[in-house]
């Protein structure tokens, strides 16, 4: 089954010439099925890409999914038009009676900040203690994953010396686990970060299981599974360009930036970048959306209780 979103979304245009599975609202409602009910909780300045990079890999899996995007009320976004959020997101107000199968909560471009100088903190901490009860499964990604581990787990992030930057190889640790169930050895993994998590902090949790780990780019993939939570570092979702943007933009603006890890053929910024994380992308959110799937509550009142 595909994935469900507007018709009008601009993600809906560039995954139909992908040729990725789409459903409009209206087929959707003709079959009788229950779609996976995900949130994204879209914390990105610029939320087009975010949208369409995460709808491509949750519509790579044979069941129906129906995407609501979410904002929070305290924080109006300066890179994306009022247009565009009014026609295609809700806020976590409009929704907190509700109940999902699972929501994501992103990155966003506030890691060096302390979590309470963030001016929608206090919301975000509102929101996470909401899902505990409304939502069956959290992913939550990079500086989202950084701010529930410190929320439900007091788990401290660290500045980093220098930008860990590239797409850098992973170690499998657990490939039994069912996020990890398709995956190498070792794989490719796009990393952008100015923090990072220690091992040893993870350790001190029982509940938590490292999943993925680089030797230069330290942790990347953690497991509550007793609260069906999981803590992505870094970003499998990626299109092929999106490191590149970020180090045009900081060559352009002057800022200290090394040449992203492992990314360009034979490490050339001039050479155009290769998709070495595709299918693992797939994998892994596929493997969250089969898992949510299979342990979620098909009466999603029961969620919670």
Same mark, same amino acid.
């Given at each position: 089954?595909? !994935?469900?979103?507007? %018709?009008?979304?601009? &993600?809906?245009?560039?995954?139909? *010439?992908?040729?990725?599975?789409?459903?409009?609202? *209206?087929?959707?409602?003709?079959?009788?099925? $229950?779609? !996976?009910?995900?949130?994204?909780?879209?914390?990105?300045?610029? =939320? !087009? /890409?975010? +949208?369409?990079?995460?709808?491509?890999?949750?519509?790579?899996?044979? @069941?129906?999914?129906? @995407?609501?995007?979410?904002?929070?009320?305290?924080?109006?976004?300066?890179?994306?038009?009022?247009?565009?959020? =009014?026609? #295609?997101?809700?806020?976590?107000?409009?929704? =907190?009676? *509700? =109940?999902?199968?699972?929501? !994501?909560?992103?990155?966003?471009p506030v890691e060096t900040l302390e979590f309470d100088e963030v001016l929608y903190w206090q919301e975000l901490v509102s929101i996470m203690d909401w899902s505990t009860t409304n939502v069956f499964s959290n992913f939550n990604i990079c500086w989202g994953a950084q701010a529930a581990l410190y929320h439900f787990h007091s788990i401290p992030k660290y500045d980093l010396e220098g930008k860990a930057f590239g797409a850098i190889w992973h170690k499998n640790l657990a490939p039994s686990h069912p996020l990890m169930r398709g995956f190498?050895?070792? #794989?490719?993994?796009?990393?952008?970060?100015?923090?990072?998590? @220690? $091992?040893?902090?993870? +350790?001190?949790?029982? &509940?938590?299981?490292?999943?993925?780990?680089?030797?230069?780019?330290?942790?990347?993939?953690?497991?509550?599974?007793?609260?069906? $939570?999981?803590?992505? #570092?870094?970003?499998?979702?990626? %299109?092929?360009?999106?490191?590149?943007? *970020?180090?045009?933009?900081?060559?352009?603006?002057?800022? /200290?930036?090394?040449?992203?890890?492992?990314?360009?053929?034979?490490?050339?910024?001039?050479?155009?970048?290769?998709?070495?994380?595709?299918?693992?992308?797939?994998?892994?959110?596929?493997?969250?959306?089969?898992?949510?799937?299979?342990?979620?509550?098909?009466?999603?009142?029961?969620?919670? $209780?």
């Amino acid at each position: 089954m595909p !994935i469900k979103i507007p %018709d009008n979304l601009p &993600a809906f245009k560039t995954l139909s *010439e992908e040729g990725v599975s789409l459903i409009g609202t *209206e087929d959707a409602r003709r079959q009788d099925i $229950r779609p !996976i009910k995900i949130a994204i909780l879209n914390l990105m300045p610029e =939320k !087009i /890409p975010t +949208e369409t990079q995460l709808a491509r890999v949750l519509g790579s899996t044979p @069941l129906q999914v129906d @995407l609501t995007l979410l904002q929070t009320s305290s924080y109006t976004p300066k890179n994306t038009s009022v247009e565009h959020m =009014k026609a #295609f997101y809700r806020s976590w107000e409009d929704v =907190k009676t *509700e =109940k999902f199968d699972g929501l !994501i909560i992103t990155g966003a471009p506030v890691e060096t900040l302390e979590f309470d100088e963030v001016l929608y903190w206090q919301e975000l901490v509102s929101i996470m203690d909401w899902s505990t009860t409304n939502v069956f499964s959290n992913f939550n990604i990079c500086w989202g994953a950084q701010a529930a581990l410190y929320h439900f787990h007091s788990i401290p992030k660290y500045d980093l010396e220098g930008k860990a930057f590239g797409a850098i190889w992973h170690k499998n640790l657990a490939p039994s686990h069912p996020l990890m169930r398709g995956f190498d050895d070792e #794989f490719k993994v796009p990393v952008s970060r100015h923090t990072e998590n @220690l $091992r040893e902090d993870i +350790e001190k949790v029982s &509940a938590l299981e490292i999943l993925a780990e680089s030797d230069d780019a330290g942790l990347c993939l953690i497991s509550e599974l007793s609260k069906h $939570r999981f803590y992505m #570092f870094n970003h499998l979702e990626y %299109d092929v360009g999106t490191l590149k943007k *970020e180090y045009d933009r900081d060559v352009v603006a002057n800022k /200290p930036i090394d040449v992203p890890k492992d990314y360009y053929p034979s490490n050339d910024p001039s050479l155009a970048p290769v998709n070495s994380w595709r299918s693992h992308g797939h994998m892994l959110y596929g493997n969250w959306v089969n898992y949510v799937y299979q342990n979620t509550p098909y009466d999603l009142s029961l969620i919670g $209780r």
